[in-house]
């Protein structure tokens, strides 16, 4: 269901409504959620997974904003929602009639941007700490080897044939010096 608030168009969903699914066209349009809760999910391996759950004030949908792709995630009312819908080719005449709507945005994107920020610093810290394990095992391999008698250490470079090889290849030497039938020797 449509409506306004001020000039801002709106749209209504019940609980449980899809409001975009994942590769749905984004037609320039992204949401500002006016009343209850979102859930965004994202296929991944083949299951759905919820990524966040977005409640008053924050954006919805915003890549479409600044960018023409389908739309990444799928969005499920999880209660009675109110959103302002926020098209694209709006965007700078809606922000610049509406201080509250570009203090919104510009909050919202922010702590996204600060969200970012942190991932990323996890990530770096993570991958830092895995390096660092990786480089102790080398180390300990390197002194493990270090302290083995040359001999042990070759054997497991070479390890012995497998029973069944060695038992053909007897086979075939014990073949070979036996004369073959209907020959003299």
């Given at each position: ?146 302290e083995q008698p040359p001999a042990a250490t070759r054997s497991r470079a070479f390890p012995p044939r497998e029973p069944q090889t060695r038992r053909r290849a007897r086979r075939v030497q014990h073949a070979r010096r036996r ?7």
């Amino acid at each position: 269901m449509s409506r306004q608030i001020g000039d801002i168009p709106t749209r209504t969903f019940n609980p449980g409504d899809v409001i975009f699914k994942e590769g749905d066209d984004a037609k320039g349009e992204a949401f500002m959620l006016h009343i209850g809760k979102v859930e965004i999910k994202k296929l991944i391996a083949g299951e759905q997974r919820l990524l966040n759950t977005i409640g008053k004030g924050e954006l919805l949908g915003e890549l479409a904003l600044f960018r023409n792709a389908p739309r990444s995630a799928t969005a499920i009312a999880t209660e009675a929602v109110t959103l302002m819908v926020i098209p694209a080719n709006r965007l700078d005449h809606m922000v610049r009639s509406n201080p509250a709507l570009a203090a919104a945005l510009i909050k919202d994107l922010a702590n996204r941007m600060l969200r970012a920020e942190d991932v990323a610093r996890d990530a770096e810290k993570r991958a830092q700490e895995a390096e660092a394990r990786a480089a102790a095992a080398e180390q300990r391999l390197r002194e493990s080897a270090a302290e083995q008698p040359p001999a042990a250490t070759r054997s497991r470079a070479f390890p012995p044939r497998e029973p069944q090889t060695r038992r053909r290849a007897r086979r075939v030497q014990h073949a070979r010096r036996r004369p073959k039938a209907g020959r003299e020797a």
